[in-house]
């Protein structure tokens, strides 16, 4: 007897394409492609990023272990196939050498079979001498019976990709060919091995990776708060909010970080406190001098004109009394005098009320605002002016009553002027202090004038008015907004904080 080894199948070769540049579009479209996966990217959030790359390196590990499991099992399917299959030559020459020319063909593939029946990776088939076998059996002869784990996927089969071994053993007996003995190394037992035991570790593996990124996601999130409050604070703090503070963290790094910030925002506050009295000081200290002058004017230069006014009447008199060449001439000079000291008191009434308005400190605010409206109303009868007026103190100090009769004054004047408006509603209220306002306000006062003109264009510039009064506001600390309303109109709201309640009151209390 001989064994004749069955030449083994060779692979087939990949086809090879040669590498062609790319053109222009493709190049186009792998540019869009990467900034949109870019732009994907930078909007994750921290802890995002941080568990999609945990992921991405567990995808990276899961493909190497792949690919390492692959090779081992295409290794180990090699080796245990040739291993089985020298096992089985051994056992069928040893099965042949001990039946002897008489014994019958089927008693000897009988013991075969039961020899070779508990051989992993080995398939066997037999054909007597008046079948005729060929030397290589193709693949399809051996049909789904020497593949019995169907259960293993295709493709991870494929993957393997472990050849059969087939190998042809002639029974010959008095050199008369009695029948072939067909071995065919199968590696479906050991790729269905791995596959298992591939499948039991991916499973766990898979729970494993689960349960870390869902720990991960909850421990990021417990660490990553401060961060966010961190932001959080920093918005507030942009906002001009300084008494915003960070809670504590326990992680020793963040409660570095939540220390500096709690430090950092005190010395904003104080800051900005004391810029606030320095401008307050500032207004006031200018406040005071336009009070001293406006006094000068109304108490020097007032009796002055009046007496001058009354020395010309005087002249007048004379003149008319002495009569001759001379009482035409001095007549004409006392009427010139006349004139000149009318247009100097006209003049120095204006300067009075552009510098300081003798009502302030003298009457209650309020009246001062309607009295305004009533006064602009009577000099531009096309213009109606609506004042509504809530529970106010007499007075907050000469820098905030002029600031809020600067301001009203420069809305109607806008009003009338620029937009053409025919009503004007002017608003003006004290309220409790609230978390956007200066931290240091018990109050704010609140001015709103609204017009039912066109609205304000695009792009329109400030003029020195509005610009004056808003640089006024702020020294005060409080805010100007100029906007447009949803019905074509513009409003115009100023918003001054109260550091204290004005005259010894309570902020809120009407003080009328």
């Known amino acids: 007897m001989t064994g004749i080894p069955v030449k083994e199948s060779s692979s087939v070769l990949p086809h090879r394409h040669a590498l062609r540049p790319l053109d222009p579009a493709r190049r186009v479209l792998g540019s869009a492609f990467r900034r949109r996966w870019f732009d994907l990217w930078d909007r994750l959030s921290l802890r995002s990023r941080i568990l999609a790359a945990i992921v991405l390196i567990n995808i990276i590990a899961a493909l190497a272990a792949t690919a390492v499991v692959v090779y081992d099992a295409r290794q180990a399917a090699q080796a245990e196939m040739a291993a089985s299959m020298r096992v089985a030559e051994r056992l069928v020459h040893a099965a042949v050498e001990r039946s002897g020319a008489e014994t019958p063909l089927t008693a000897l593939f009988r013991n075969l079979t039961l020899e070779l029946g508990q051989l992993r990776h080995v398939r066997i088939l037999f054909a007597d001498s008046n079948r005729a076998l060929p030397s290589l059996l193709p693949a399809e002869a051996l049909g789904t019976a020497a593949d019995p784990e169907t259960h293993v996927p295709g493709w991870f089969t494929a993957l393997v990709r472990v050849d059969d071994i087939r190998r042809e053993m002639k029974i010959v007996s008095d050199g008369r060919l009695r029948g072939s003995v067909v071995l065919v190394g199968h590696p479906a037992d050991e790729i269905a091995e791995v596959w298992r035991d591939t499948k039991h570790l991916a499973i766990i593996a898979l729970a494993v990776n689960l349960t870390v990124i869902a720990i991960l996601y909850f421990t990021l999130g417990r660490l990553l708060d401060p961060l966010t409050g961190l932001a959080q604070g920093l918005r507030q703090l942009e906002r001009g ?3 915003h503070r ?34 307050r000081r500032l207004v006031s200290v200018q406040d005071d ?25 005087s002249l ?6 002495a009569g001759g060449k001379l009482a035409a001439p001095l007549r004409e000079r006392v009427a010139t005098l006349g004139e000149i000291t009318d247009r100097i008191q006209m003049l120095n009434r204006g300067l009075l009320g552009r510098i300081r308005p003798m009502a302030l400190g003298h009457v209650p605010l309020a009246e001062i605002v309607t009295g305004l409206a009533a006064d602009f109303e009577r000099l531009n009868p096309q213009t109606k002016v609506t004042a509504v007026v809530g529970p106010l103190a007499d007075s907050y100090g000469d820098s905030v009553d002029l600031t809020i009769y600067r301001c009203l004054q420069e809305g109607i004047t806008n009003a009338e ?12 209220s004290e309220r409790s202090g609230e978390p956007g306002d200066a931290p240091e306000a018990l109050s704010v ?3 709103s004038v609204r017009d039912d003109g066109p609205g304000m264009a695009r ?28 019905d074509g109109g513009t409003r115009l709201e100023v918003t001054i904080p109260l550091a204290e309640a004005p005259c010894g009151c309570e902020p809120g209390e009407s003080h009328r």
């Open 289 to 313: 001098e336009r009070r001293q002058i406006a006094a000068e004017l109304h108490d020097e230069i007032g009796p002055c004109l009046f007496a001058m006014k009354a020395n010309i009447a």
């Open 246 to 279: 960070l809670s504590r963290p326990r992680i020793r790094e963040l409660a570095y970080v939540a220390d500096h910030f709690n430090a950092l925002a005190d010395r904003l506050r104080a800051a900005k406190a004391d810029n606030g009295r320095l401008s």
């Open 316 to 321: 007048d008199q004379l003149a008319a009394e």
């Open 417 to 428: 002027r620029h937009a053409r408006a025919k009503a004007v509603t002017v608003n003006l």
């Open 241 to 243: 909010q300084f008494r």
């Open 445 to 447: 006062l609140c001015l």
């Open 459 to 486: 792009r329109a510039k400030k003029g020195l008015g509005l610009t004056a009064m808003e640089e006024r506001v702020r020294a005060l600390g409080g805010t100007v907004t100029v906007a447009g309303t949803p």
